[in-house]
């Protein structure tokens, strides 16, 4: 079914041109990781892909100012967000509020890829581990 959610002649273009930027390097064989911020592109968000094969293995925990959206790409991932653990897999999306510290790990087997998306054009992080 079409959507129109609103009036396209309500809203006016703000200038910016389209741009792009290198994320990550497809053609690497080990797991995917990088990261690009919003005002690289003059966008609101700065987004991260992260990859291991080691099972246990994630980022330490850590905190940011503003949400951040993980969306799993590949395999099996266990979650603490705050008082919460919640485990996702491929094609799920977890999300991380604002100021509530989380971390993530392989729950394997194999790899596991995620997109992370920082709800800020920098990458703000203080690091708890």
């Known amino acids: 079914m079409p959507r129109k959610d609103f009036d396209p002649a309500t809203i006016e273009a703000d ?49 940011h100012p503003y949400d951040e959206t993980f969306i799993i790409i590949e395999g099996h991932a266990r979650f603490f967000v705050g008082d919460t653990t919640l485990d996702a897999s491929a094609g799920e999306v977890v999300l991380g509020p604002a100021g509530v510290p989380h971390k993530f790990q392989n729950l394997g087997p194999g790899r596991l890829q995620t997109i992370d998306i920082h709800h800020s054009p920098r990458w703000i992080q203080t690091d708890l581990e």
């Open 15 to 63: 200038g910016r041109p389209a741009s792009k930027a290198r994320l990550f390097d497809p053609a690497q064989e080990a797991p995917w990781r990088g990261s690009l911020e919003g005002i690289a592109l003059g966008g609101p968000t700065t987004v991260l892909t992260y990859g291991t094969d080691e099972i246990g293995v994630g980022p330490r925990l850590h905190v």
